[in-house]
């Protein structure tokens, strides 16, 4: 549907559903506070050794869920008709040894570059090996091609089987989003893109010398251990390299890469190649992995099953850590994210008991969301009901432990259409919607919604309110940094009676009316203009016909 009719069905339905929702008329949802407190007791136990993916907290915490919605009456949603989504994580470690690299100017002579010195390289991809002899290199900005901001670092120069040189980040600016990142700033992105593009590999120019600390960070964690992101770019290797090689680079090309980082930010710039520069690398990974699971339920629809709503939350949290201080060593993730787990089965049960609805829902609880996500991420490579023709995504990570709230908080205010909707139904209850308050943190790209954005799927995330009811902001928001303080990723966090689950129940309340109104319409909500993720869905907008 255009956006413009969209708007317009939304602004007049929402007297409407303003008084259908003050006079109970959508089916009696029932969240009990204190089931929901209950099962998250269940799962956060010690005895489930803080759910850490391939152990038994992993087998326990999938046979309760299973056991819950096979007593609800809810089919399996995995492949093949099974419960299950089997997930092989890849991990890879570098061989000591194994890595080279040299770069020939225009007079022909090889010159050596030195691992951790001049250049870091990771061949996290493929079969954990790369060897490119004599490839071509492109400077191309930021690497960011964004048609809705007018902005094209690429400018239709061909990468195809070069390799291509990028800037960390994104430009500073409004053009940006100002204070919130874009996806454009993550190098996940700049790899796709290259790849995209038919570059094979990708390496970043680390603003700083090769003696500065930041390089040698960067340096010392390029030798970890790193879990291959499914659905990744399989660009033959990614890297890095500082200052002083990229200056190198440039000079032999008879270019100034200060100056032409400085041109990148004016939005005039277009991918320059270093003519007569090649590079040559070699490196290789040792490769083990694990084997962890999504669980999936669904609820099928009557009119249109293969469109669907899917509400996730990662049932995964970090373990049993025997180094952590103190006496407590298990990590049982109660808040993060135990409680989303039980707020996604509750959800589940409610909107069964609601009835069937004209579109499917989707219950998805995704594993290894603490290591990167990746759960999610395979869902979204390998996904058992279409992304194209799946109409939203709402992720629950972590329920707000508060009393009411006026504010509703969400993660990327201002990326998508399902929050006008979520406004609507805010303001019935007397609530209004906001944005995250963090923009330091990112929050839009560390959670199981953002491989559904990612993939072009319209993407909701909400966080804690803390406009209390009674309180105001300075209390709510003074309540909510010592818990978040005291017990984030902390084996602090666990279940307690203390525990006031009122805002818990307000936001599970309209969530389920969010969810049952794109069950029971035709409409397609989209992405907003300034979204980078509406050119990713518009490739599919023909299935959605």
Not at 94 to 99: A, H, K, L, M, Y
Not at 138 to 159: H, K, Q, T
Not at 244 to 262: E, H
Not at 454 to 470: I, K, N, S, Y
Request: proline share 5%; net charge negative; glycine share 10%.
């Amino acid at each position: 549907m255009p956006r413009t009719t969209f708007a317009r069905r939304l602004s007049a339905g929402a007297a409407a559903v303003a008084l259908l929702f003050a006079a109970g008329a959508v089916s009696a949802q029932d969240f009990s506070a204190q089931r929901i407190g209950d099962e998250i007791r269940t799962i956060s136990a010690d005895d489930f050794q803080g759910r850490y993916p391939g152990t038994e907290g992993e087998r326990k915490t999938l046979a309760f869920l299973q056991a819950q919605y096979e007593a609800m009456g809810l089919e399996p949603g995995g492949p093949n008709g099974q419960w299950l989504q089997p997930i092989d994580l890849k991990r890879f470690t570098p061989v000591e040894g194994s890595t080279s690299a040299s770069w020939s100017g225009p007079d022909g002579a090889a010159k050596a570059l030195t691992p951790g010195a001049d250049i870091n390289l990771r061949a996290v991809s493929n079969d954990g090996r790369a060897a490119i002899e004599n490839a071509g290199l492109i400077f191309a900005g930021y690497g960011i091609s964004a048609p809705e901001r007018n902005w094209d670092d690429y400018g239709g120069v061909d990468v195809t089987g070069k390799i291509v040189l990028v800037l960390a980040g994104e430009p500073d600016g409004e053009l940006f989003n100002g204070a919130y990142a874009t996806n454009y700033q993550s190098a996940a992105y700049k790899a796709d893109e290259a790849k995209r593009r038919g570059a094979v590999g990708v390496i970043t120019v680390v603003d700083a010398g090769a003696g500065d600390a930041a390089w040698t960070r960067q340096a010392q964690f390029n030798a970890r251990q790193r879990t291959m992101t499914p659905g990744a770019a399989d660009l033959e290797f990614t890297g890095a390299i500082n200052r002083d090689t990229a200056q190198a680079l440039g000079a032999a090309a008879g270019l100034d890469l200060a100056a032409l980082r400085a041109q990148a930010a004016s939005g005039q710039f277009k991918a320059t190649a270093l003519e007569g520069v090649t590079l040559s690398v070699a490196t290789a990974e040792t490769i083990d992995s694990l084997r962890t699971h999504n669980l999936l339920a669904r609820i099928p629809g009557t009119a249109r099953p293969n469109e669907s709503i899917v509400y996730s939350a990662h049932w995964d949290h970090v373990g049993v850590n025997e180094d952590a201080p103190g006496d407590d060593k298990i990590f049982n993730g109660a808040w993060d994210n135990a409680s989303g787990t039980i707020g996604v089965l509750e959800m589940a049960r409610q909107l069964k008991a609601a009835g069937p609805a004209e579109r499917s829902f989707v219950f998805a609880h995704m594993a290894a969301e603490e290591m990167g996500l990746l759960g999610a991420y395979a869902y979204a490579a390998d996904p058992v009901w279409p992304l194209e023709t799946t109409v939203a995504n709402i992720n629950i990570d972590m329920l707000p432990l508060s009393p009411s709230t006026r504010d509703v908080a969400i993660f990327g205010k201002g990326q998508n259409e399902l929050e006008d909707r979520l406004a609507v139904l805010a303001e019935a209850q007397g609530r209004y919607v906001t944005d995250d308050r963090q923009p330091e943190q990112n929050f839009y790209y560390r959670s199981d919604h953002f491989p559904f954005a990612r993939a072009g799927v319209p993407a909701l995330m909400p966080w804690h309110g803390v406009d209390w009811v009674e309180g105001g902001r300075e209390a709510g928001l003074a309540a909510w940094q010592a818990k978040f303080a005291a017990d984030y990723h902390r084996p602090s966090d666990e279940w307690s009676a203390d525990w006031d689950l009122t805002s818990a129940v307000e936001n599970l309340t309209l969530f389920y009316r969010l969810g049952l109104e794109l069950a029971n319409s035709s409409d397609w909500p989209g992405w907003k203009p300034t979204s980078e993720f509406g050119q990713v869905r518009a490739r599919s907008d023909e299935a959605r016909r």
